[in-house]
């Protein structure tokens, strides 16, 4: 009796609710890891499109496309430009002009915060290419917007562009005075000055706004005396 009671004991089959407890465990586990690793690639997804694009357009294709997107834009098709450009730049994030006709683009559709993002772009990707810098002073300009950063853009195209120099040196002095820094705006009138010929007729052209910079200094600074010796008989005509 003894050995059959052993025999039963070595033979015994396992409990199927310890076995099925087990294995549900297991599988719960198994799930637990794959959710987790699917959410980590999820996560991780965005980055992976941004560095690594979906596929590679050589250089014929993406001329080809962008003297499509340039007619585009010459024909005032905004919206269709912006989607060739975002076909070329999820290619290629290095391309200036589609950048530049991206925020160019943007300014005429009035979103503001995709141009300035775009032509910023633009400049950074190529800083010696006039154009970027013309596309940031419009988007300005439209938008009557004024920051530290259009101070910089007026600046650079003050040095690498001769023409329009006094409209531009006249936009510089009003930035730097509406953003507190007058006797700045002040010594960039000087250096522009010291440039052209006839002041006075500078002087007579920016009068009212020399003037209310002038006033709220009190004249105090050595650029604003010098200045008002100028200043003064143009207001008395």
Do not use: H
Not at 198 to 226: H, T, Y
Request: charged letters at 30%; hydrophobic letters at 35%.
């Amino acid at each position: 009796m003894k050995m059959a009671k052993d025999k039963d004991k070595k033979t015994r089959k396992p409990n199927k609710n310890t076995f099925n407890k087990n294995t549900a465990k297991e599988n719960r586990k198994a799930v637990s890891k794959c959710e987790g690793t699917a959410n980590s690639s999820a996560q991780n997804r965005p980055n992976v499109v941004i560095d690594q694009p979906p596929r590679v357009m050589d250089q014929k294709e993406e001329k080809a496309l962008l003297k499509t997107a340039k007619a585009m834009y010459k024909e005032k098709q905004y919206n269709q430009c912006l989607e060739i450009c975002k076909t070329i730049l999820n290619c290629n994030a290095k391309c200036y002009f589609g950048f530049l006709l991206s925020g160019l683009c943007y300014i005429f559709l009035n979103e503001y915060t995709e141009a300035k993002k775009c032509l910023k772009a633009a400049v950074e990707i190529q800083p010696d290419d006039v154009s970027g810098w013309k596309g940031l002073e419009m988007y300005y300009d439209t938008f009557n917007f004024n920051d530290i950063f259009y101070v910089e853009v007026l600046r650079k195209l003050i040095q690498v562009e001769k023409d329009n120099r006094k409209e531009r040196t006249l936009k510089l002095f009003k930035s730097l005075d509406n953003l507190g820094k007058t006797e700045e705006a002040l010594s960039e009138l000087f250096a522009y000055l010291g440039d052209v010929n006839d002041e006075s007729e500078v002087i007579n052209d920016w009068a009212n706004d020399i003037f209310k910079a002038l006033s709220s200094k009190g004249c105090l600074s050595e650029d604003g005396i010098r200045l008002a010796r100028f200043f003064s008989p143009s207001m008395e005509k």
